[in-house]
């Protein structure tokens, strides 16, 4: 089984600055992939960044990335730059070789003008 | 590319009526998986269609059924409905590619009266 948690049910950050949202995994498996997922009021889950557990650099994509700390199973989502855009739920998620994502409670992040 | 698109996007029903939701996967994709998201948590996996079988199925009751059809469109049936399944469900679709992505589609939000 995986448990995915993430600590924080909201955080707000002014514009253009930095917030590091967390998230804690538990599994027993040594291949397995990590997703940060955003979810804005339209509902439609957008993926947001992917990492390969076997893979030590940390994933980027542009004002996104990732902090992956195998060993204490933490995979925590930096976001740079933060824009009004940004505003959404936040969900970690893992995944095993089935496809079965488990996902978080989420995190509500709210970008001020 | 098209995406993955649901309807209907919103429903209300009764207690012990029975629904059925649709789901038409991105182009290309031979997978489609169903989660249910209560209001303020996280997705939970319902279940998984790979070459129209079920490839694994989460901790629901088998009143949740589903289908996936040749053209990889899928549907979620929901008999004897219960207070307890309103919720927003979503359908996914991914590729047996390795890459494990899924694409979401915006949902269904489903009230039970």
């Known amino acids: 089984a995986q448990t995915v948690t993430q600590s924080q049910p909201e955080m707000s950050v002014q514009e253009a600055e930095t917030v590091t949202l967390s998230c804690t995994y538990d599994t027993s498996e040594s291949n397995y992939y990590l997703f940060w997922y955003k979810q804005p009021p339209s509902r439609q889950m957008i993926l947001v960044i992917r990492?390969?557990?076997?893979?030590?650099q940390n994933a980027t994509e542009n004002r996104f990335s990732v902090n992956f700390q195998k060993a204490a199973k933490s995979f925590s989502l930096k976001i740079s730059d933060s824009q009004l855009g940004d505003t959404a739920m936040y969900f970690c998620a893992s995944l095993l070789n089935d496809y079965k994502l488990s996902f978080g409670a989420g995190t509500t992040v709210t970008v001020r003008a | 590319e098209t995406g993955v698109t649901q309807s209907p996007t919103h429903l209300i029903k009764t207690r012990g009526q029975q629904v059925t939701l649709r789901c038409s996967s991105q182009?290309?994709?031979?997978?489609v998986s169903w989660y249910q998201q209560a209001l303020g948590q996280g997705p939970q996996f319902i279940f998984q269609y790979y070459r129209e079988e079920e490839n694994g199925r989460g901790n629901f009751p088998p009143r949740f059924s589903g289908l996936q059809f040749p053209n990889y469109s899928s549907e979620l049936n929901v008999n004897a409905l219960e207070l307890d399944d309103s919720a927003l469900y979503l359908c996914a679709s991914s590729l047996v590619d390795g890459a494990n992505v899924l694409t979401f589609g915006a949902g269904s939000r489903l009230t039970v009266l």
């Open positions: 990492q390969e557990a076997y893979k030590q």
């Open positions: 182009s290309g994709h031979n997978t």
